[in-house]
């Protein structure tokens, strides 16, 4: 089957399965929460499922067991998994690159075997596990040195969007389990201030960089590696020959590498049908392996794996992935959910949400069905959030008494890290808050429960909860490497399930592509002047301003 027949090829919006849903939302009325719980008392227990380390409780959802059946049968019908086997299988899926989409291979087992273009990929990807894997033993005991000869202090990341989001986001979420003698930064910035106050108090001399970038063509991160390279040819007062142990590249273009001046000995190498947003379990990750060891980083990829293989063999009752990804289609498609909030209950998890919207907003924030075709239904949500309880001060009474529906997940874990000792404490009371935060959203506080406070009746309406604002709460013991990479697997296949079903291609980004080339052309109007031809009248005052402003 090639990829595009692995995939219904058909309008979403005219298979009787969508209509099927259509009708059924149409009964389910403004069915509530609290109806649905009190007509079913089995709910709370019947709505849950685990996968390795995640249980994943669903119950506050706005659904009944007939929309669950009826999303199952617009999966079936979408070809969800047929399109899932095709992308295990090595198919080009990637339609519009023509590319392969095995980021699952990254995490397969030593002795698996994932073909595509006739070859094996996983002796490759193990033989770069391993090189990263020495590398970063040489850097953990202090065996890598410097030009000088001095050990190295610091490792700084240079990437931007899949090459910066994943390790940097991975590195706060692990550093429990990171060498802390070691300090890790990430630029990603081409606004002059990020490297700078990366670079600032540092010793070019113990200072390693990691200049990571699938086409090593990235404006970003080639600007912010030359500042880097001449920042620390200056402050070594070396030339050329000091680069060698101060610079590694992770690329799949080993060209522009080269001609970058970085040995290619110390290029680690991916592939392309890895995508950027889905390559931190890739050479990517190096400056997270170097953070936490080898070791630590084949736990994660074998929580990543382990959420693979659930995806591909679950049954589609039991299969979470498919199950998120059906929900998030349900809200978008029959409540006109825009959003899509992500809420840990982690400080660790600081980051989580802003790596999750690159996997999620590049991937699915598409208009044109996978045939070219505009889409009359909706893709990607808008995703977002920041970790509880801080949310709760800010942005949370608009998902309380907002006119918007957010669905949105909760994620918390049930002991938290050891080295915090006395401040373990606070653990319950920071749980007690992610509970409560699902039950308020799910069953609200009606008119009558605020007037049997006492309340007055004038302020009765402002005091009203009106609940129904529906929450996937996941729920591990710890947050491990393991844990962190089934989390990431899952979220992946989400997204993949809403764009298979949403016929769109979640492997391309070509939206990202008229921002950059328009950028090109402008800056030698800002910097010399120069006539850009086309250039709007709004923009044309806009950088006629600019240059004033700069005294040009
Ligand atoms: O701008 C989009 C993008 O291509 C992302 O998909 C990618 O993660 C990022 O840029 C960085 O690209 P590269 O790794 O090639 O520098």
């Known amino acids: ?30 069915v509530g929460l609290r109806e649905l719980f009190d007509a079913d008392p089995g709910r709370g227990e019947r709505y849950r499922v685990q996968v390795g380390d995640l249980y994943l409780d669903y119950g506050k959802h706005l659904v009944t067991d007939e929309t669950l059946t009826l999303l199952r049968a617009l999966a079936e019908a979408t070809g969800v998994g047929a399109l899932r086997d095709a992308m295990f299988r090595g198919e080009k899926i990637n339609t519009t690159e023509d590319r392969a989409v095995l980021h699952t291979a990254l995490r397969a087992p030593r002795d698996a075997v994932v073909e595509t273009d006739g070859r094996n990929v996983v002796p490759a990807v193990h033989a770069v596990l391993d090189r990263m894997g020495a590398f970063a033993g040489q850097v953990r005991s202090g065996a890598w040195t410097g030009h000088t000869g001095r050990r190295i202090r610091t490792v700084v990341n240079i990437g931007i969007g899949g090459s910066d989001l994943g390790p940097a986001m991975a590195y706060e979420v692990l550093r429990p389990y990171t060498a802390r003698e070691l300090d890790f930064r990430f630029v990603s910035n081409v606004d002059g201030a990020d490297l700078h106050e990366a670079l600032r108090d540092l010793d070019p001399a113990e200072t390693l960089f990691i200049v990571a970038s699938k086409t ?19 402050g070594l007062d070396a030339g050329a020959e000091a680069v060698a142990r101060h610079f590694v590249a992770v690329s799949t273009n080993a060209d522009e590498v080269a001609a970058f001046g970085i040995d290619p000995a110390n290029m680690f190498e991916f592939w392309d049908w890895v995508g950027g947003r889905y390559s931190y379990d890739s050479a990517i990750g190096l400056s997270l392996m170097t953070a936490v060891g080898p070791e630590r980083f084949r736990e994660m990829l074998d929580g990543f794996h382990l959420v693979d293989e659930h995806f591909r063999t679950a049954p589609p009752e039991e299969n979470a992935p498919l199950l998120m990804g059906l929900l998030g289609v349900w809200y978008g498609a029959f409540f006109d959910a825009q959003a899509h909030a992500v809420l840990p209950y982690s400080h660790y998890l600081a980051r989580f949400t802003a790596y999750l919207q690159q996997l999620d907003m590049e991937s699915n924030g598409k208009s044109v069905d996978r045939e070219g075709r505009p889409v009359t239904w909706q893709t990607g949500p808008v995703v977002w959030g920041t970790p509880g309880t801080n949310g709760q001060h800010a942005y949370f009474q608009l998902l309380h008494q907002g006119t918007k529906l957010v669905p949105a997940d909760l994620i918390g874990f049930a002991e938290p890290v050891a080295e915090l000792g006395p401040l373990r404490d606070q653990h319950d009371l920071l749980m007690a808050n992610l509970f409560a935060q699902g039950q308020a959203l799910a069953f609200g506080k009606t008119a009558e429960e605020v007037r049997a406070e006492g309340i007055a009746e004038e302020q009765v309406p402002h005091r009203t909860f009106p609940g129904n604002r529906p929450t996937t709460t996941i729920l591990a013991t710890a947050l491990t490497p393991s844990v962190l990479g089934q989390l990431i697997a899952l979220y992946e296949h989400k997204v993949f399930t809403q764009g298979a079903v949403w016929n769109i291609d979640s492997f391309d980004q070509w939206g990202v592509e008229l921002g950059k080339v328009l950028a090109k052309r402008i800056e030698p109007a800002l910097t010399e002047g120069a006539d850009v031809p086309g250039l709007d009248a709004s923009t044309s005052s806009l950088v006629a301003r600019y240059r004033a402003l700069r005294g040009r």
């Open 216 to 234: 090593f063509t990235t404006i970003e991160t080639i600007t912010n590696a030359r500042a880097a390279r001449d920042w620390l040819l200056r």
């Open 1 to 30: 089957m090639n990829a595009a027949g692995a995939t219904f090829g058909g309008r979403l919006d005219r298979l009787p399965e969508w209509a099927a849903l259509a009708e059924h939302r149409e009964r389910l009325g403004d």
